[in-house]
Nanobody, 123 residues
């Protein structure tokens, strides 16, 4: 089992940057696929970025492609989401989720979830 904990959220101006970190307690994130999701009030949670367990390749939602970059920092047992050129529509609570030993897809979901960190992008 692993407990993801998000950090790095805050308030920035349009065009600014933030780096979100997903840290883990209880296990090494190198054993997990990790996804970042975001949710705004009244809307469904949506996947924005994912890094695979199998080969650490990354995938991004079209809305953030070219602006967000996901990477592992195994020395710190974190997965980091670098966000640049932030837009007001990026405002959301961002959640880190993990799946041990497999890559979510084909109906298989992330099992372990953090509490979320707020990102606010001001116009």
């Amino acid at each position: 089992q692993v407990q993801p904990v998000e950090s790095g959220g805050g308030s920035v101006q349009t065009g600014g940057s933030l780096r979100l970190s997903c840290a883990a307690s209880g296990d090494s994130l190198s054993n997990y696929a990790v996804g970042w999701f975001r949710q705004t009030q009244g809307k469904a949670r949506a996947l924005v970025a994912a890094i695979k367990w199998s080969d650490s390749s990354t995938d991004y939602a079209d809305s953030v492609k070219g602006r967000f970059a996901l990477s592992r920092d195994n020395g710190n047992n974190t997965v980091n989401l670098q966000m640049i050129n932030l837009k007001p529509e990026d405002t959301a609570v961002y959640y880190c989720a993990a799946a041990r030993g497999f890559d979510p897809g084909n109906g298989h979901a992330y099992e372990y979830w953090g509490q979320g960190t707020q990102v606010i992008v001001n116009s």
